[in-house]
């Protein structure tokens, strides 16, 4: 069979992805604030769209307007002079002046305040508006001051040399957010050609700057640097932070046998060792922090049942003005302006139906959230049932990644607190009843509540904890499965714990 060129029609289905389901999508998986920030953007990009400050889901160019008359208050046909004076004139200068007069003779009380009190009076917020001063409360807050500006203002007291200094500098900019050399002094000697000993010298002396701590290079030398700034690195607590590793495991008794102290000396230099700051640049930490707004109110209603609702002042109102397009477009000559005014359009049109599928989708979903976690609602965590996105997905007829997507950084508001909704969907571990399955969150929730209520003499290991699990609440989990699971807790091992409150015992 000979291969030949030749043409055919074949007719087929496939999904493609169009630059407006892409944005839906993308709409999807935004946080409020994000969502925020993108519709600003369409705002000042796309002419037709204008925000809806009314809320009630009209443009000003769909409304008609009118121009309000205020009706003229009716005001009595005879004033007295000193009544009209009152009322155009604010101080007693200009009111004796009216009269012919001076203040001393109409006011004594009043001689030498009127220029007192308007030079400290303030406008009232009708005067500032009126004058078109509007305040800004971003004006008045400062900016914060960062770690890299609080060390570059002390570098002209330790380092005079032009040389030195751009060391200096370099290795400012080389420190992490704890206030740690995050590079080595070598591979700074290379970057900037100089030799391993000067980069040591100046760090030496960069070292002595505020907060006591900055250019350690670990934790060791962090808190050295710290005691010797408060004239308490002596060689027993030198010794003592050669032996970090001890006090981490709190192995009182190998501390003692190793740098040779007394019991009562050691609990003296462990306090000393609690009261530092093994982390002196979190103090100029620049990063913002940012309330968490809750997406979606779930509020018990009069029936007994759940009210879930949106959070419609964190979602954005967006019109599209017809009105204007239409007018434009007449006006519109040009072949690529009409273009222009079409993409527009269709844009706008395409965000305002977006923004509606997003609030709906996110709706549906948490009311299908609080439907499956009702006895998590009215009983608490130990009866949060697991929960996975292809259950919800399948509930509101949805795709998985809609789901996932709808349930990221997003938050709902209970009364049994504020969550994100992905903190519902947790794994299954399995019931030796076979009755029910038990969520991964209600499992460590057990575990913590069984760690905090064990006594110093028993101490539960990780073997204990799972065989408790199994006889008191029927749940088949393994020893693993509870030491995993301790440990995403930051809980120590068993042997650490029995330390840590024999410690407790003894300091008390």
């Not at 934790?219 to 710290?226: D, G, K, S, T």
């Not at 940012?290 to 109102?317: C, H, M, Y």
């Not at 949805?398 to 994100?420: D, Q």
């Not at 509870?482 to 300091?507: D, N, T, W």
């Amino acid at each position: 069979m000979a291969l030949t060129p030749r043409l055919e029609i074949r007719q087929s289905q496939s999904l493609t992805l169009t630059p407006q389901l892409m944005q839906s999508i993308k709409l999807l998986q935004l946080s409020h604030l994000e969502l925020g920030h993108f519709v600003e953007e369409e705002l000042l990009r796309n002419p037709l769209l204008e925000r809806d400050d009314t809320g009630e889901g009209t443009s000003f160019a769909d409304s008609p307007h009118e121009d309000i008359q205020t009706p003229e208050v009716p005001q009595p046909e005879t004033r007295s002079e000193l009544g009209e004076a009152g009322e155009e004139l604010q101080s007693a200068t200009r009111i004796a002046e009216a009269m012919d007069t001076e203040a001393a003779n109409l006011f004594p009380e009043q001689v030498g305040q009127d220029s007192f009190s308007a030079s400290t009076q303030l406008p009232t917020e009708r005067q500032r508006q009126s004058a078109g001063e509007v305040a800004d409360i971003e004006q008045f807050i400062p900016a914060r001051i960062t770690l890299a500006d609080h060390l570059a203002e002390q570098i002209g007291l330790l380092v005079s040399d032009p040389r030195e200094r751009l060391i200096a500098r370099n290795l400012i900019d080389n420190l992490n957010e704890t206030g740690y050399l995050a590079t080595s002094c070598k591979t700074i000697a290379e970057q900037l050609g100089a030799s391993e000993g000067d980069i040591e010298n100046v760090l030496l002396r960069l070292q002595a700057c505020d907060p006591a701590g900055v250019f350690a290079r670990d934790v060791r030398e962090c808190l050295a640097l710290q005691l010797a700034e408060k004239d308490r690195l002596d060689p027993l607590m030198a010794a003592l932070l050669d032996n970090l590793e001890l006090v981490a495991s709190h192995d009182f008794d190998a501390i003692r046998n190793a740098i040779g102290a007394s019991e009562d000396d050691l609990r003296d230099m462990l306090e000393e060792l609690r009261a530092l700051d093994p982390r002196p640049g979190r103090a100029f930490d620049g990063a913002p922090i940012q309330a968490i707004v809750a997406d979606v109110f779930v509020r018990e209603d009069a029936s007994g049942g759940w009210a879930v609702e949106l959070n419609t002042d964190i979602l954005p109102k967006v019109l599209v003005n017809r009105t204007y397009y239409a007018n434009v477009s007449k006006l519109t000559r040009d072949k690529g302006e009409k273009t222009f005014l079409v993409d527009c359009l269709q844009s706008a049109t395409w965000l305002t139906k977006s923004l509606d599928q997003r609030a709906q989708t996110i709706l549906k979903t948490a009311t299908e959230i609080v439907r499956m976690q009702d006895e998590f609602l009215v009983h608490g965590i130990s009866h949060l049932k697991p929960m996975t996105l292809k259950m919800v997905a399948d509930a509101i007829e949805m795709h998985e990644s809609t789901v996932s997507r709808v349930t990221t950084a997003k938050y709902i508001s209970t009364p049994r607190g504020l969550f994100e909704m992905k903190y519902f969907f947790t794994t299954a571990l399995g019931s030796l009843s076979g009755e029910s399955e038990h969520s991964a969150e209600t499992v460590r929730h057990q575990i913590k509540q069984m760690i905090d209520a064990e006594s110093p003499k028993a101490i539960l290991s990780d073997d204990a904890i799972a065989q408790s699990l199994r006889q008191n609440a029927g749940i088949d989990v393994a020893r693993r499965t509870v030491a995993k699971y301790r440990e995403g807790m930051h809980i120590p091992s068993s042997v650490v714990r029995r330390r840590q409150k024999k410690a407790l015992i003894a300091a008390g």
